[in-house]
């Protein structure tokens, strides 16, 4: 039990349906779903559909969504939902390399793929919603028309994409009203936005993917030099996969497959079970020397296979094996940095996640973004749709599987987590960060799992981002801790942003209860009935 003597927050406790998101407005519209009757996925959508108005710097209708499912009508059974774009169908590695270019420019339109996740919306909700669209989206719709108090985190998010926002005059003119961001506590607006929803909750993806919609959209993209066309558009279509997993301390951790970076995350559990952690104190220099060091292998691992599914060169099953994690798990000196781990590339970004457990206990943990802050910055003024720019991830080099190529989906940095114990769900949760994102669930169910910590206070611990060149860590890192690292030959850096955000429910099935938390780095909370 946490110090009441300390600031902090208590996990929320409910025993018929429980939400928890990065944002109060999201928990709301999600929790008013529920009381009217409609299912985790239900609640799922419009959550997401409300954070895609009011944070627009991490998410929108113009990005992607994933989501694991465990419904109850299913046995339980853990479904996973690929709601990812593909790159342009005229896409051309080779092309960009002539041009001089040696990856994807970040805020560039080479960077913009098709927008996944109103199409994963619609096939998600076909699959396990109960609601109509229109009453799921009326509360993003009126968001988006009436008005929003801006909360202080998304402030604090937008504030640094200024200088991108300023250099685009129709995200300028729609996110930087009167010529500045906004501060917390200003309303605002997007009524373009507010009239694609609503022509898309009454007409369906259809009217988003062909039509006046797609054409606005194409008159953008195509203006500032994209490649896209009315087929790409046309062609977009999410897929429901096989999840992966791992055994973790005797409890299964699933996954998305690739194209999803997943997979890294349980990579690192595979080499951390090989370690007695019970007997490291969870904020101590040798467990948290043992997440760096895991994690460099993992990235490792993620950054030279993970890719579209089928452009994969290494199958799932081969990179989780015993035989192959203990090869890697042989590398590891507890002593000493490695100097050596691979491509360790990472980046940093952030999104939403939300997570939801309705009364017949279907469990939905759902992941939407537009990946980087306020994404590729273009934003098309007639529909109000800010695009992705999850293309960026994409490889120039030619010998690599994950190279840019016509109508392929890139590495992807969003993943949905869950956890199942005798084929029930027990955890259904996300870790947001881009790049971070396996490290962060990683350190929450080894938190639980071997430390036996409670779920609020595993998402409150100290963290720390592993890099190529060295660590960054947040202040809130013991000081003995950091000087143990250090003389392990490790650079540390104190960042000024705090790391990532998570969301998760735990979910009692002896005592019927639902337990939700939420990361206090970010303005959303937990909530249940």
């Not at 928890?20 to 299912?39: C, F, I, K, N, Q």
């Not at 041009?99 to 960077?111: A, K, Q, R, Y």
């Not at 994409?161 to 996110?175: D, G, I, P, T, Y």
Request: charged share 20%; net charge negative.
């Amino acid at each position: 039990m946490r110090d009441f003597h300390f600031p902090g927050r208590s996990a929320a406790l409910a025993c018929n349906a429980m939400v928890a998101t990065s944002h109060p407005l999201a928990t709301e519209a999600a929790l008013h779903v529920l009381r009217d009757g409609g299912s985790a996925m239900d609640a799922g959508i419009a959550g997401s559909a409300v954070m895609a108005v009011v944070e627009p710097q991490m998410t929108g209708i113009g990005g992607d969504c994933f989501a694991l499912v465990s419904a109850a009508n299913d046995a339980g059974r853990v479904t996973a939902f690929n709601g990812s774009g593909r790159s342009a169908s005229a896409a051309s590695a080779e092309q960009l390399r002539a041009e001089g270019l040696t990856e994807v420019p970040v805020d560039s339109i080479h960077s913009v793929t098709l927008p996944g996740a109103i199409d994963g919306w619609f096939k998600l909700h076909a699959r396990y919603g109960r609601l109509d669209m229109e009453r799921l989206l009326r509360p993003a719709i009126a968001l988006a028309r009436d008005g929003y108090p801006v909360h202080a985190r998304v402030a604090w998010d937008w504030r640094q994409s200024e200088q991108l926002l300023a250099s685009r005059e129709a995200s300028r003119a729609v996110f930087m009203p009167g010529g500045a961001c906004p501060a917390v506590g200003d309303v605002h607006r997007q009524e373009a936005l507010a009239q694609t929803l609503e022509r898309v909750a009454k007409q369906g993806p259809a009217a988003f993917y062909t039509g006046e919609i797609a054409a606005a959209m194409l008159r953008t993209l195509r203006a500032n030099g994209g490649v896209h066309c009315e087929d790409d558009f046309a062609a977009v279509s999410g897929d429901f996969v096989d999840p992966i997993s791992t055994e973790y301390r005797g409890r299964r951790v699933h996954q998305v497959p690739p194209n999803n970076q997943g997979m890294t995350a349980l990579v690192m559990l595979n080499l951390l079970s090989g370690f007695d952690l019970s007997a490291m104190p969870m904020m101590s220099a040798d467990r948290m020397h043992l997440e760096i060091e895991v994690a460099r292998l993992a990235f490792a691992v993620r950054n030279r296979h993970i890719t579209d599914p089928h452009a994969l060169q290494a199958r799932p099953e081969d990179l989780l094996s015993e035989a192959y994690t203990s090869e890697l798990r042989s590398r590891i000196n507890m002593e000493r940095a490695m100097r050596d781990p691979g491509p360790v590339e990472v980046r940093k970004s952030d999104t939403v996640y939300m997570t939801v457990v309705d009364k017949d206990m279907n469990a939905v943990s759902f992941i939407n973004s537009i990946f980087h802050g306020f994404g590729s910055g273009l934003l098309c003024p007639e529909t109000g749709v800010l695009f992705q720019n999850r293309g960026h991830s994409f490889s120039l080099d030619p010998d690599h599987p994950n190279v840019l190529a016509p109508s392929k989906r890139p590495m992807h940095t969003i993943m949905p987590g869950m956890v199942t114990e005798d084929g029930k769900p027990v955890l259904s949760f996300g870790v947001m960060g881009g790049d971070y994102q396996p490290i962060g669930q990683a350190r929450v169910v080894s938190a639980l799992y071997d430390h036996g910590m409670e779920l609020q206070a595993a998402l409150d611990l100290p963290r720390l981002f592993t890099l190529a060149s060295g660590v960054d860590i947040e202040r809130s890192l013991p000081p003995e801790v950091m000087y143990g690292l250090m003389e392990k030959g490790h650079a540390l850096q104190v960042v000024d942003e705090p790391i990532g955000g998570a969301q998760a429910i735990a979910i009692d099935h002896a005592r019927g209860v639902l337990i939700g938390a939420s990361d206090p780095r970010k303005d959303g909370y937990a909530a249940g009935f």
